[in-house]
Structures are given as structure tokens and as C-alpha cells.
């Protein structure tokens, strides 16, 4: 038989091996769909709010409630906090994975170089004397490289890479969301500020009551019943005071751990400005550059992006493969013979291998990343939704507080009259005891309800920069690389 028949045979059984030999992922798809932007309705929750192509926030959006001192306390929990420090690591092992995914692409080359020195034992020597000595003396270089036929490597590595930006998106986002946290920490510091200074003033005219029904008591016009409730209503003003400075201390510590720093840190903190609640107005193009704008939007659009990489990579497993090695070098038991020609050795060996049987492992595999995928697109869909729904509720929220605040404003101005009028009348002997007490504790509900609502505003107003990303812009992150491709639906 001819060498060139041999060549021709050894062909048609590889030929057949192909065709025949490979498993099949035949059967095996993704069901995710994505959600498309445009088809999540909001017109009649959004109508009659103000539309305006500057209503996306800035960068540094909580300069614009008005507190120097936050934007300092901002900087520095960005700066210190161990979520940001958790936040970093994280895209630092997802860079990892993605250099060394890149590295796998790439061939191999390795040299070494060894002496050994040996004797043998008689029982070894064929001589029979055991006296024999040798000395080994080799040096080699070996190289190695799998051929990526089919783009699986790249496709690995284009996993990674989307993998690592994510993660990268995944930071800006902390940084979001631990600024936001830092806002709302601060504004609820000045609301415990607040609500510690109503309790001082509840107690203030608990103690004025108390005067006014001991004099009461002295000529005669009130009971010692009446003086007791007056008691009463004394502690329990007291009572309060104390738990009002209990959330005082809680509202510094909370902020403090923020800003990755001891208790302590929260002492050292000057008491809040009142804070100025943003103007409710969104983005004229919303919900179209929500995608754009919310880091948790991006991160998840690149997470699906790896995961169909995933999948192409787990394709080209079913397909052959080829490798080539290859090992030069010399080995001689005499030195000055260790580059002579009979000490120099070679090889080269190249390999195609087909995947013929595997028990079902590479779908499997292949199985495990279209789920993959189905799962990515199920969060990212989950995340658009929830994104939308964020801005809806807050801006509604936001409109019809507003209105609350000028009517319990309004309440309480009337409970504060009302309370003036009823104390001088109890003073000069011709009011009643009962009506005092009532319309104290309308003013003191009256008062909190009015300072809750402002809170309330702030922390929504803080919200809704938040749900609107905070200024984050996703061509900012790695501006080198592309944006994820668009997502199927």
C-alpha cells in the first residue's frame, strides 16, 4: 500500500470520525425573553408631572439638599466604608477572571534546565561492583498551544470580560447606593435632632402645666386628682424626652458605621441643616434612558451578555479539537558533549480530538449555561420593572406630599393657638383641666406628624435621585470597551 493511499484512508476514517463521533446539542435552547422598555406603561401614573431634559441627577446630587457638611460625610464613607472596600475587591477578582481567561487564549512556552548526580547500588550496577557514578545534565524548552478553531476561547474570555464590567457597573452602584444611604442617614439625624427638640419643648410645658395646677390646687380650684394626671403627664413627657435622645444617639452611631468609622465619629458631627427637598420633575425621555442611567439596568444587561458568551463557548465543546505540542533539547551524561548531536532531541506532536461518548456531560454543561441565561434575563427584566416602578411610586409619593405638609402646617398653627388660648384661660381659673390636656396632646401629635412629614420628603426626594441613577452614566464606565449588545426579545 502506498504511502499516499495510507494518507487517503487515515483521512476518510478521520472525516468519518467527525461526522459521525461528535455529540449533538440538538434540543437544547434559551427561553428568556426580554422586556422591552417601551411596552412597560406608566403614562397615567407619571401624568402631570413636570418633564424636563435636565431632570437627571447629577453626579453629586446631594449637594443640591443644601448641607455642606453631607457632601464632606459623603466623601468620606465613599472613601473609608467597607462596602466600597467589599464593592472594589469584587471587581478586582472579576478583572482576574477576565485576564486570566485572556491568558488561556494563549500559548504556551516553558524551559527548563537540570544537572542530577547519582551512584548505584551494586544490586544495580550491571558490573555487579556498585561503584558506578553519573552525572545527567539536560536542558529543554516545550511549547504547547490549543488551535481556538471554533471561537469557543474567545467566547470564554468575552464571558469574562462582560463578567468583569459588570462587576465594575456593580461598584458605581454601591457607590450609589451607599451615598444615598449616607443622605437618608443624615436626614434622619436631623429629624431625631428634631424630634428631641419637641420632646424638650413637650416637657417645658408639661412643667408650665404643672405649675399652673399646683397654684390651682393651693386656692382651691383643682382636685389632688387633677394635680396628680398633671403628674402623670409630666413623666411621661420625660419619658419621652429620654427615648427621643436614645434615637438621637442611634440616628449618630447609624451614621457613623456608614462612614466605616467608630461610634464616636457620630458625636463629632454638627447638627443637620434642614434639609431642601429636590423639585419633582422627571427626565422628558424616560423610561427609554433609564437603561442607561441605572447601574443595576447596565450591570445586568452585560450579565446576560456574558451568559450567551457562556453559551457559545459550551457549543464549540461538541466540536473537535486541535492541539499541538512540541519539546526540543539536549541531555547528556558528559558535558562537554551536552550540545553535541547525539545529546539533542526533538518532537512534535499535534492532536485532533473528538468528543465520541461522554455520558451526556457536555449537555449538561450546555444545559446549565442556557438556564444561566434564562436566569440573567429573568433578573435584568426583574430589574427594569422594579426600576420603573421605583420612579413611579417615589414621584407619586413626592407630588402629594407636598400638599400633606401645607395642610398639617395649617393644623398645626391652629393646634398652637388653640393650646395658647386655653393655657392663659387655665391660668386665670375659668378654663378646664380636660381641655388642656386634650388640645396639649393635639399640639404635640400635630407638631411630630408635621416634622414626620418633612422627613418623609427629604428621604423620598433622596429616593427618587436614586431611582434615577444617581447620575451615573454607563458610556463612563470602561469607555474603551463597547456597550453590551442589544438584548434580544
Known amino acids: 500500500m502506498s504511502s499516499k493511499t495510507l494518507r487517503s484512508g487515515l483521512s476518510l476514517v478521520l472525516v468519518s470520525m467527525i461526522l459521525a463521533g461528535c455529540a449533538s446539542y440538538s434540543g437544547l435552547t434559551t427561553e428568556g425573553k426580554s422586556v422591552d422598555a417601551k411596552t412597560l406603561k406608566a403614562g397615567q401614573s407619571l401624568s402631570g408631572v413636570t418633564l424636563s431634559p435636565a431632570a437627571w441627577p447629577k453626579s453629586d446630587w446631594w449637594k443640591s439638599l443644601g448641607d455642606p457638611q453631607l457632601d464632606g460625610l459623603i466623601r468620606e464613607a465613599l472613601h473609608d466604608s467597607p462596602d466600597m472596600q467589599i464593592a472594589e475587591a469584587r471587581a478586582h477578582q472579576a478583572s482576574a477572571a477576565a485576564y486570566a481567561a485572556d491568558a488561556a487564549r494563549m500559548p504556551t512556552l516553558d524551559a527548563s534546565a537540570g544537572i542530577s548526580r547519582s551512584r548505584l547500588a551494586k544490586d544495580q550496577d550491571p558490573r555487579g561492583q556498585g561503584d558506578a557514578y553519573a552525572t545527567v545534565r539536560n536542558i529543554s524548552a516545550s511549547f504547547n498551544y490549543n488551535f481556538d478553531l471554533w471561537g469557543g476561547q474567545r467566547d470564554a474570555w468575552e464571558a469574562a470580560l462582560g463578567q468583569a464590567r459588570a462587576a465594575e457597573v456593580d461598584q458605581q452602584a454601591a457607590q450609589l447606593t451607599l451615598s444615598a444611604d449616607v443622605a437618608r442617614a443624615y436626614s434622619d439625624l436631623g429629624q431625631a435632632h428634631i424630634v428631641y427638640d419637641l420632646a424638650n419643648e413637650d416637657l417645658k410645658r408639661t412643667k408650665q402645666m404643672l405649675d399652673l395646677s399646683q397654684r390651682r390646687l393651693s386656692s382651691g380650684i383643682d382636685s389632688q386628682y387633677q394635680f396628680q394626671q398633671t403628674e402623670s403627664l409630666e413623666a411621661s413627657s420625660e419619658a419621652s424626652l429620654i427615648d427621643a435622645e436614645k434615637r438621637l444617639n442611634s440616628a449618630k452611631i447609624a451614621l457613623a458605621v456608614l462612614l466605616g468609622k467608630g461610634p464616636d465619629r457620630g458625636n463629632e458631627i454638627a447638627r443637620p441643616n434642614i434639609l431642601q427637598p429636590g423639585a419633582v420633575a422627571l427626565p422628558s425621555v424616560l423610561p427609554a434612558e433609564l437603561l442607561g442611567r441605572r447601574p443595576d439596568l447596565v450591570a445586568a444587561r452585560w450579565r446576560v451578555e456574558a451568559a450567551s458568551k457562556d453559551i457559545a463557548a459550551s457549543k464549540t465543546q461538541f466540536y473537535p479539537n486541535l492541539n499541538l505540542t512540541a519539546a526540543a533539547?539536549?541531555?547528556?551524561?558528559?558535558?562537554?558533549?551536552?550540545?553535541?548531536?547525539?545529546?539533542?532531541?526533538?518532537?512534535?506532536?499535534?492532536?485532533?480530538?473528538?468528543?465520541?461518548?461522554?455520558?451526556?456531560?457536555?449537555?449538561?454543561?450546555?444545559?446549565?449555561?442556557?438556564?444561566?441565561?434564562?436566569?440573567?434575563?429573568?433578573?435584568?427584566?426583574?430589574?427594569?420593572?422594579?426600576?420603573l416602578g421605583d420612579v413611579s411610586?417615589?414621584?407619586?409619593?413626592?407630588?402629594?406630599?407636598?400638599?400633606?405638609?401645607?395642610?398639617?402646617?395649617?393644623?398645626?398653627?391652629?393646634?398652637?393657638?388653640?393650646?395658647?388660648?386655653?393655657?392663659?384661660?387655665?391660668?386665670?381659673?375659668?378654663?378646664?383641666?380636660?381641655?388642656?390636656?386634650?388640645?396639649?396632646?393635639?399640639?404635640?401629635?400635630?407638631?411630630?406628624?408635621?416634622?414626620?412629614?418633612?422627613?418623609?420628603?427629604?428621604?423620598?426626594?433622596?429616593?427618587?435621585?436614586?431611582?434615577?441613577?444617581?447620575?451615573?452614566?454607563?458610556?463612563?464606565?470602561?469607555?474603551?470597551?463597547?456597550?453590551?449588545?442589544?438584548?434580544?426579545?
Open 393 to 489: 411610586d417615589t414621584i407619586n409619593q413626592l407630588r402629594d406630599i407636598g400638599r400633606q405638609i401645607g395642610a398639617q402646617q395649617h393644623a398645626t398653627e391652629i393646634a398652637q393657638d388653640s393650646y395658647n388660648t386655653v393655657v392663659q384661660r387655665y391660668g386665670s381659673g375659668i378654663g378646664n383641666y380636660l381641655d388642656v390636656l386634650s388640645i396639649e396632646q393635639q399640639l404635640l401629635q400635630a407638631q411630630r406628624q408635621l416634622a414626620d412629614l418633612n422627613a418623609e420628603q427629604i428621604d423620598l426626594s433622596i429616593q427618587l435621585m436614586q431611582a434615577l441613577g444617581g447620575g451615573f452614566q454607563a458610556e463612563t464606565i470602561a469607555s474603551a470597551n463597547p456597550a453590551p449588545a442589544k438584548l434580544n426579545n
Open 329 to 387: 533539547g539536549a541531555e547528556s551524561l558528559l558535558g562537554d558533549a551536552m550540545f553535541g548531536s547525539a545529546s539533542r532531541f526533538f518532537n512534535i506532536a499535534p492532536t485532533i480530538s473528538v468528543p465520541i461518548f461522554d455520558g451526556g456531560r457536555l449537555r449538561a454543561n450546555l444545559d446549565a449555561r442556557d438556564a444561566a441565561y434564562d436566569l440573567a434575563v429573568a433578573q435584568y427584566n426583574k430589574s427594569l420593572v422594579k426600576a
